[in-house]
């Protein structure tokens, strides 16, 4: 449970009023074992398919007003605060939606969230889609990443590697390629893993830069690096 307060929201007492309803309603508690058991026990589902349960989402969101800032907050921590783990996937849903409705005041949110019952369904959404739209609205958010980077929780280190995922031509080139070297040695798979897909992704834009980078760095780079970065243009 998020140790932030939500802040006081009529949207969000409307829409936490209707949305155990709606999504209780529709349990499927075979495929909620099914998908418990695929996210290795993070957290309880209600066995609700993301069709389904994005169809449910637009009975709960129907006749709604635009949330602000605050609305999304209350939200995203209330939601969070609620065992199965659909309820964080219909926040993070709100979120993508109204990212534009956010400013750099919602990072420290963002980052408890990501820490929050942490994996990685729900960390890389809030990477790609809201912090990296923090950030790109406003780069002084940079700074943030770079201390991020630095963390010493995962979820955070990986955040920092893939805020960029979206950013195309947009990417901060040097940023990306420090981050993937300076946190080359981290033990951890979901790390490393971060960095191939960094890498991967930014290949889309410019796949020689990215040749460049690990044929100049392959012996810092593990092994899951280099293989996921040049899975899709080769050595």
């Known amino acids: 449970m998020p140790a932030t307060a939500p802040p006081p929201s009529v949207l969000a007492d409307t829409l936490l009023a209707r949305l155990p309803e709606v999504y209780g309603a529709a349990a499927d508690p075979e495929r909620a074992a099914n998908m418990r058991a695929y996210m290795k026990d993070v957290a309880p589902f209600l066995g609700l398919a993301s069709p389904v349960r994005r169809e449910l989402s637009r009975t709960v969101l129907a006749g709604t007003a635009r ?3 605050r609305d999304l907050t209350a939200v995203a921590l209330r939601c969070w605060a609620l065992p199965e ?19 750099s005041g919602f990072l420290p949110v963002a980052r408890e969230l990501i820490t929050t019952v942490p994996w990685w369904d729900t960390v890389d959404h809030l990477a790609a889609h809201i912090v990296g739209g923090l950030v790109a609205a406003d780069p002084a958010l940079r700074a ?59 290949a889309k834009t410019d796949a020689d830069a990215v040749r460049s980078f690990v044929a100049a760095h392959r012996d810092a780079l593990s092994p899951l690096s280099v293989r996921e970065a040049l899975k899709n243009i080769g050595a």
Do not use: N
């Open 67 to 69: 949330p602000d800032e």
């Open 85 to 103: 783990r659909e309820y964080a996937y219909f926040a993070i849903d709100v979120l993508r939606r109204h990212v534009t409705a956010l400013t």
């Open 144 to 202: 943030d990443m770079d201390a991020w980077i630095e963390d010493d929780d995962l979820w955070v280190v990986r955040t920092a590697l893939l805020h960029q995922l979206r950013h195309k031509d947009a990417t901060d080139t040097d940023r990306l390629f420090a981050y993937c070297l300076r946190r080359s040695d981290h033990p951890d798979f979901f790390v490393r893993k971060a960095i191939g897909w960094a890498l991967r992704e930014y």
